[in-house]
């Protein structure tokens, strides 16, 4: 008699993962994982606790796949424009991870302020800090305004059945920027 296969939690969360990315996080439960698996739900609740403790994981999984998506490119001629531009394409391109990690609440409690200051917020700001040569303040205050746009862009494009244009959407990127470095020196409301 063969050996069974062990699932594994890395196999877990792959696999939840991979439901959450192609069906949407309303469709991750520990059946549909086990399913995925083609194992029964003993597994999945063997290794994790609850199904909550798995979707904290995969949106773990999806900031790192996401950064690492919107992240210029080295050799990239305005590398805070290529995060715009990236940010938006991911809305386009990965329109259910894109819900699970900006439509689902899990900002709740913060404001725009504390998203700037977060840690994991700093690769970003260092971007802009370079490409414009301001401050990390100045930056921060920049990358709220620029984020509010590129997001709601981005969220047009995950929510509704909307074509993508990079052309059209690097004009519209290149105007805000391009405004809000010549507003660099006043109050950016």
Known sequence: ?????????????????QIVRFEGCEGLSARRIAEALACSTQPVLYQYRTVNEIRAEVYRVADEYHSSFILPKE????PFLALGLNYV???????????F???????EGQNLSSLVTD??????????TEAVGCTTEMARELFVTFFVAV?????LLANNAMEYHEAECKK??????N???????EEIL
């Open 75 to 78: 050799n990239e001629e305005n």
């Open 151 to 155: 997001h709601g862009y981005a969220s």
């Open 101 to 107: 990690l900006f439509q689902s609440n899990q900002f």
């Open 119 to 128: 840690p994991s917020a700093v690769p970003l700001i260092n971007i802009l």
């Open 179 to 185: 405004g809000l470095i010549t507003c660099q020196g």
């Open 89 to 99: 394409r991911f809305g386009y391109e990965e329109k259910n991870l894109f819900r």
């Open 172 to 177: 519209i990127l290149e105007h805000l920027f």
């Open 1 to 17: 008699m063969p050996p069974k296969v062990k699932v594994t939690k890395q196999m877990i969360l792959d696999a939840a993962f």
